[in-house]
């Protein structure tokens, strides 16, 4: 079973940085695919990146060249850096795990079984 706690998340100027981090519990975070979402108010869980347990990446149109998720074992974390960030970036950010992964489900929520509890970005114009 995993715990997921999000942090980073803040108010920022369209064109500025915000760096989000995921605080996993487990001892097994090292074999999970690890995944980013986001949500605003009214809209459709969205995609935006994801990283497998031996760190390759996945992002969404929307974000590629402007963030990048990684993770650092050690310390059974995953992190979001976004930069450029642009107005519609504006949304609740969550974290999620999944044990298993198969090619082609990382864009789906449903591939992902833990979640947390979500960081809010906003990015003014």
């Known amino acids: 079973q995993v715990q997921l706690v999000e942090s980073g998340g803040g108010s920022v100027q369209a064109g500025g940085s915000l760096r989000l981090s995921c605080a996993a519990s487990?001892?097994?975070?090292?074999?999970?695919?690890m995944g980013w979402f986001r949500q605003a108010p009214g809209k459709e869980r969205e995609f935006v990146a994801s990283?497998?347990?031996?760190?390759?990446?996945y992002y969404a149109d929307s974000v590629k060249g402007r963030f990048t998720i990684s993770r650092d074992n050690a310390k059974n974390t995953v992190y979001l850096q976004m930069n450029s960030l642009k107005p519609e970036d504006t949304a609740g950010y969550y974290c999620?795990?999944?044990?298993?992964?198969?090619?082609?489900?990382?864009?789906?929520?449903?591939?992902?079984?833990?979640w947390g509890q979500g960081t809010q970005v906003t990015v003014s114009s």
């Open positions: 990283i497998r347990s031996g760190g390759i990446t």
């Open positions: 999620a795990a999944t044990l298993y992964w198969r090619s082609g489900t990382y864009v789906y929520g449903s591939s992902y079984d833990y």
């Open positions: 487990g001892r097994t975070f090292s074999s999970y695919a």
